[in-house]
């Protein structure tokens, strides 16, 4: 079975700060991969960054990065120098390379204070 | 550059009433997925289909089936539709491996 748990209803971030968007997951498969999409208040789902399994580097996408540590389960996401426009829900999500599922977990909403 | 369309954007079914709402997507991917997004929470998935001819149960299906006859299509129905299926729809399809899904605008139902 697989799950996704984001235990940080909401998060506040001042302007100009990082922040990390805590996710954890567990899955039966070996191989999987795992995703945060980003969803304004305007409702469309935006893909933010990918981490696959085997991958032995942190991703990275401009000021968005993964940090990925396996042996605990963990794909957090930290945003680094936070705008005003970050302010949204932010959902983490895994998918098995076996299962096929894509399932999230229940997301965290984050505001930026200027 | 159409990417992932849902049909219809906005529905107001009465309890018992049956609908279909349809995804397309224009990009050749081979699976898709549908999700219903209940207020404060996440996306939890209901069915989803890995290619054509092909679907599989997700998280909540009850009450809800699929199809998928063609590869860029992905129906899903509402036999009789209740209040507790007030929602908002989306779907999503990508391809096989580590790539990203792309999501429609999705589709807010109110069962009254």
């Known amino acids: 079975a697989q799950k996704i748990t984001q235990t940080q209803p909401g998060m506040f971030v001042q302007e100009k700060e990082a922040v990390t968007l805590d996710c954890t997951y567990d899955?039966?498969?070996?191989?999987?991969?795992l995703f945060w999409y980003k969803q304004p208040s305007s409702g469309e789902m935006i893909f933010l960054i990918y981490?696959?399994?085997?991958?032995?580097q942190n991703a990275t996408e401009g000021r968005y990065s993964l940090n990925f540590q396996k042996a605990r389960k963990s794909a957090n996401l930290v945003i680094s120098a936070s705008q005003l426009g970050d302010s949204a829900m932010y959902f983490c999500?895994?998918?098995?390379?076996?299962?096929?599922?894509?399932?999230f977990g229940s997301g965290t909403r984050l505001l930026v204070r200027p | 550059n159409a990417g992932v369309t849902q049909t219809p954007k906005f529905r107001v079914l009465k309890t018992g009433q049956s609908m279909t709402l349809l995804c397309a997507q224009d990009?050749?991917?081979?699976?898709m997925y549908w999700y219903r997004q209940d207020p404060g929470m996440g996306l939890r998935l209901i069915h989803y289909?890995?290619?054509?001819?092909?679907?599989a149960k997700g998280e909540v299906p009850d009450g809800y089936n699929v199809s998928r006859l063609k590869k860029q299509n992905f129906l899903l129905g509402l036999e009789s539709a209740a209040p507790s299926q007030t929602s908002v729809y989306f779907c999503?399809?990508?391809?096989?491996?580590?790539?990203?899904?792309?999501f429609g605008q999705g589709t807010r139902l109110t069962v009254v």
């Open positions: 289909s890995v290619g054509e001819g092909t679907t």
């Open positions: 981490q696959g399994s085997y991958d032995e």
């Open positions: 999503a399809s990508s391809t096989t491996g580590n790539t990203e899904a792309f």
């Open positions: 990009m050749n991917h081979e699976y």
């Open positions: 999500a895994m998918r098995g390379w076996n299962s096929y599922k894509l399932i």
């Open positions: 899955t039966s498969d070996q191989s999987y991969g």
